[in-house]
């Protein structure tokens, strides 16, 4: 059965770099017919399409974010990360972990989140 | 990027009601429209993916419709476990795109 675990510091200081990873079992992120992503939530607020990473490495950014995000594949981990440069209390955050299909264009499977909060 | 506007904001309704939540595309998206739902503390659920088609174990009391800009999920009788929130999402583009969510709560 396919899971997803988000990992990462729960704190993270203004203008520092938010890192996340994100564990996958059950599947191989090598897997070409699905693409992984994160998605982001602040406290009370609405879904945030963060970005996505396609199986071969290429990867797709939220534009208003894109400055400041990178994604990457760790192939021998079965892991991927996003890190988040910069950050200010607007990043607080759920953030969770994901996995898309090309068969169903859509966001099928989710990590449980993780809460990151910027505070000094 | 393609903005993505659903209405209402919030409805309150009662059990056995027909709901229906509207999304609306700034530009054409043909299909590529998903519904999730989603309950507090809880990650997202999908329902509904490419505009109409029920995910694998979503009741049959979810349907979807739309193409183009104009999109509905109604719920054609609702149940206690329905009480959420409801996000439509576009995936036409490059650069995924949420709604703001309509939260579903009891009358």
């Known amino acids: 059965q396919l899971q997803l675990q988000e990992s990462g510091p729960g704190l993270v200081k203004p203008s520092e770099t938010l890192s996340l990873t994100c564990t996958v079992s059950?599947?191989?992120?090598?897997?070409?017919?699905?693409?992984w992503g994160w998605i982001r939530q602040p406290p009370g607020k609405g879904l945030e399409w963060i970005g996505t990473?396609?199986?071969?490495?290429?990867?797709s950014y939220n534009a208003s974010l894109k400055s400041r995000v990178t994604m990457s594949l760790d192939t021998s981990r079965n892991q991927f990360s996003l890190n988040l440069t910069f950050v200010t209390a607007a990043d607080t955050a759920v953030y969770y972990c994901?996995?898309?299909?090309?068969?169903?264009?859509?966001?099928?499977?989710w990590g449980q989140g993780t809460l990151v909060t910027v505070s000094s | 990027d393609i903005q993505m506007t659903q209405s209402p904001s919030s409805l309150s309704a009662s059990v056995g009601d027909r709901v229906t939540i509207t999304c609306r595309a700034s530009?054409?998206?043909?299909?590529?429209l998903n519904w999730y739902q989603q309950k507090p503390r809880k990650a997202p659920k999908l329902l509904i993916y490419?505009?109409?088609s029920l995910q694998s174990g979503v009741p049959s009391r979810f349907s979807g419709s739309g193409s183009g800009t104009d999109f509905t999920l109604t719920i054609s009788s609702l149940q206690p476990e329905d009480f959420a929130t409801y996000y439509c999402?576009?995936?036409?583009?490059?650069?995924?795109?949420f709604g703001q969510g309509t939260t579903v709560d009891i009358k």
């Open positions: 994901a996995r898309d299909s090309y068969s169903i264009p859509a966001t099928n499977v």
């Open positions: 059950g599947d191989s992120i090598t897997n070409n017919r699905y693409f």
């Open positions: 990473i396609y199986s071969g490495g290429n990867t």
């Open positions: 530009q054409s998206i043909n299909n590529y």
């Open positions: 490419a505009a109409s």
């Open positions: 999402q576009q995936s036409y583009s490059m650069s995924w795109t």
